[in-house]
């Protein structure tokens, strides 16, 4: 029953110290509304246009097709850590299988012309 007591007050402090900091500041802060200080830019630069402009999805495949890689290349370090404890022929074929699915992939993204850059 303890570990429930300690797990309560716990929560309790965690939940407390934050919403209590939030509305101290609340209570003593000065509120000045200035339509200035609702401009987003903030460089004292008044702002051209809309903030929410529309990318091309093709940078958003770029930047995915460059996580996956990213993520696929982290995964050969173990298997380079570990070479010489696994047995050589078998580890050998399971790089050259993963390193032709990363080439296919690679193909495939070349052929549909993602990687190039508009």
Do not use: Q
């Amino acid at each position: 029953m303890s570990l429930y007591v300690d797990l309560a007050v716990f929560l309790a402090a965690g939940l407390a110290f934050p919403l209590a900091a939030v509305l101290v500041s609340k209570l003593f802060r000065r509120d000045y509304p200035d339509p200035v200080k609702e401009i987003a830019y903030e460089s004292g630069v008044l702002p051209i246009g809309d903030a929410r402009v529309r990318y091309h999805i093709h940078y958003y495949i770029f930047a995915l097709i460059f996580l996956v890689f990213d993520v696929e290349s982290l995964f050969l370090f173990p298997w380079a850590v570990v070479f010489r404890d696994l047995a050589p022929v078998l580890a050998l074929v399971e790089a050259i299988v993963f390193i032709a699915l990363l080439v296919v992939g690679l193909v495939y993204a070349w052929k549909r012309r993602v990687l190039t850059w508009i």
